[in-house]
């Protein structure tokens, strides 16, 4: 260890890496055959946002729970749903996390922990309220997080979650995901605060900015939370500054940002390359041990494709299923 | 001067004339101009499916870009409406009603009663509805019932592009709250509109196809499918009448009565769920008023009570067929053949 100043263990580097190695190969692969015309629906890229996911998951276990957002694809894969049944629910297959029914937007495996993503801004944050609410009544340890982005933290729903979790102190963390864009509108247009900590001191919460293209201010900031909340310390805020690098749902010709931003970001604010780069120069994880870990999630991507692809569809009588638990 | 455009250039054009004709009316939403504050071009998007592109460039900042708070922009539309103003606010997805409903429910609908008929609120709320985009659960309900549920709301709902113009027209001079439903499977489909403005009125139902042996009754994109059934219908003889309503709320009564009253059949047809919807809504009144006329049960074909699935083979389910409508209709017509 004599060659690691990181405070992860080479196997949490190496886990790290691999959480988003899969989410940027999963979303990279999606784009492809998103254009390719063989998913259906809307979909919504996480690629450019990983070190937000796997810095935050990796402090969480299954008792913990998380509210995800359209943009889900990565908080499922960090917080350990099964990749075979994201792509064939994605691909509408009966084999899905959903059995086909929900689509990209709704990817939910409470088994996990994985309370939902969502089609509706600002729904999970009260979800996640109730999470809180729970594990405290059961007095198990488990911390709620929900995710949000820049756009969705001006939804009602989040401010009135915010005064609710601190008067209750609630064992929940709220996550901005702020990646300047909510659709094509700014953040610095739709969002009168500069700072999303100052609107967690409106509510009584402490909050913290951090550089979400850099897994390891992620992961310390949300460690700090996380630990805090677990031990009955309240909620807090945490907003990672992100990028997205594709648009905001496949289609989107994009305009609205600068000529040549997405390039730059992906030469110079990618946050695989970076980490990549730090641990490796660091010498405390191997060039052959990265590229190994990206051959193992190349390989794990294809075959989710392909079985996706070749999954049974759900049955006609799968309508008319699951409205109720009794009828 | 007639020519052929889409419903969402119909909407777009509906917009247009009625901003240069009306300096109160001002039109607000997410995306709608598009850009706002980013390093990018302006009028981005122009709407999410673009609806309101290049409306920007000709009104300036009488259309505004809202921050994703549903609850604020339009009980800020109506709070306008109240004070003079005639906003048309955008709310993308009809689904999103979720998270600002007390705004329509307990304030638009009932200024003008509750205040002893001293209010108006002329706003007009657009939104897309119904299924087939693949949109899942949330973003794909064909939610009319709620609203027609709610005395002091009008709701609206064309299925063809002139219609689409006349009416958002005439929605915009309304001096109530509208409901304005914009089936997003019928953006792209285009008829003949003038070019000039005119408004639809409202609670006039339009006889799409005359036939005298069946009524079927519908709205939005399901007209589309009850014609595909009445042209089915025809070849094995039976002639359908096809009844577009048009406006939900106010209804158009006396032509549906008057229909099912030479043709003796009544089949509703209504891409909302089943319970308490715009076809049991139609079924009971046409049960209770013209009775006498019916030789056959009435008949709903309407999507399943379930959630829109995402899967597009079970969402391909969901929607009211041409062949299940026909199906209904040979119901009603079994019982004529047999005797
Ligand atoms: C209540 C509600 N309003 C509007 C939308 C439409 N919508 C979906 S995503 C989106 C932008 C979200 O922006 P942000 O919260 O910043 O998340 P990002 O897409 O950047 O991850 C909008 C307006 C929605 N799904 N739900
Ligand atoms: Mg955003």
């Known amino acids: 260890m004599t060659n690691n100043p990181f405070p992860l263990s080479k196997d949490e580097l190496l886990a790290a890496y691999r959480t988003m190695r899969t989410i940027r190969d999963f979303e990279e692969r999606l784009h492809v055959e998103f254009a390719k015309g063989d998913i259906p629906g809307f979909v919504h890229l996480y690629a450019g946002e990983e070190a937000c996911a796997a810095g935050i998951m990796m402090h969480l276990t299954d008792i913990d729970r998380i509210a995800s957002t359209h943009r889900g694809h990565g908080h499922c894969i960090a917080k350990g749903v099964d990749v075979h049944e994201m792509m064939a629910e994605i691909y509408g297959k009966s084999t899905g996390a959903c059995r086909g029914k929900g689509g990209s937007m709704h990817i939910a495996d409470l088994s996990k922990g994985m309370m939902g993503a969502n089609g509706i801004l600002g729904a999970g944050a009260p979800l996640i309220c109730g999470a809180g609410l729970a594990a405290k009544f059961r007095g198990d340890g488990g911390v709620g997080i929900t995710f949000f982005g820049d756009g969705a933290s001006n939804q009602g729903t989040v401010l009135e979650s915010m005064n609710l979790a601190a008067i209750w102190n609630l064992p929940v963390i709220f996550v901005v995901e702020n990646n300047g864009y909510a659709e094509s509108t700014s953040v610095e247009y739709a969002t009168a605060v500069d700072s999303y900590v100052d609107r967690a001191a409106g509510f009584g919460l402490p909050g913290v900015t951090v550089d979400g293209t850099d897994f390891f201010a992620v992961h310390e900031a949300a460690g700090e939370v996380i630990r805090r909340a677990r031990e009955g310390g309240g909620p807090a805020l945490l907003e990672c500054k992100t990028i997205r690098f594709f648009g905001h749902f496949e289609g989107d010709a994009q305009t609205y940002k600068a000529k040549g931003e997405n390039d730059y970001n992906r030469e110079n604010r990618d946050c695989l390359r970076i980490f990549a780069n730090r641990v490796t120069s660091a010498g405390a994880v191997s060039e052959a041990e990265i590229s190994l870990v990206d051959r193992e999630v190349a390989a794990l991507i294809d075959a989710a494709v392909e079985s996706a692809k070749g999954a049974p569809l759900p049955s006609p009588r799968e309508l008319l299923t699951d409205v109720y638990v009794a009828y | ?339």
């Open chain 2, 1 to 339: 001067m007639a020519r052929k455009i889409s419903y969402k250039q119909a909407i777009n054009e509906a917009l247009d004339l009625e901003m240069r004709r009306d300096p109160t009316v001002i039109v607000l939403g997410e995306d709608i101009v598009g850009g706002a504050g980013a390093p990018g071009e302006l009028d981005a998007w122009g709407g999410v499916l673009g609806v309101t592109k290049g409306l920007h460039a000709k009104h300036g900042n009488r259309l505004m870009d809202t921050p994703l708070s549903e609850s604020a922009y339009i009980g800020a539309a109506i709070g306008a409406a109240a004070c003079g103003m005639r906003p048309v606010a955008e709310l993308m997805f009809l689904d999103f009603m979720g998270v600002c409903f007390d705004q329509i429910l307990n304030q638009a609908a009932k200024f003008k009663y509750m205040f002893g008929g001293k209010a108006k609120t002329p706003v007009v709320i657009r939104a897309m509805v119904g299924a087939g985009f693949r949109a899942a659960a949330q973003h794909s309900q064909m939610l009319t019932p709620l609203f027609t549920h709610v005395p002091g709301l009008k709701v609206v709902c064309p299925s063809n592009a002139y219609d689409a113009k006349g009416l958002l027209i005439q929605s915009i001079r309304d001096d109530d709250p509208v409901i304005f439903c914009e089936h997003k499977a019928l953006y792209g489909s285009e008829a003949d509109v003038p070019e000039e403005s005119y408004a639809i009125p409202f609670g006039e139902a339009n006889i799409v196809r005359e036939g005298k042996d069946v009524t079927i009754v519908s709205y939005g994109l399901t007209v589309h499918r009850a014609l595909d059934a009445a042209e089915k219908l025809a070849k094995t003889g039976v002639q359908a009448e096809v009844i577009d309503l048009r406006t939900l709320s106010p209804i158009d009564w006396d032509t549906v009565i008057e229909s099912v009253e030479n043709t003796g059949r009544l089949v509703v047809v209504d891409e909302a769920n089943p319970r308490c919807s715009i076809a049991g809504d139609v079924a009971a009144h046409v049960a209770q008023n013209a009775f006498g006329a019916l030789k056959a049960a009435p008949q709903m074909v309407t999507a399943p009570h379930t959630p829109v699935p995402f899967s597009p083979v079970l969402e391909d389910l969901y929607i009211p067929s041409a062949d299940a409508i026909a199906a209904a209709v040979t119901k009603t017509t079994a019982r004529a053949l047999a005797a």
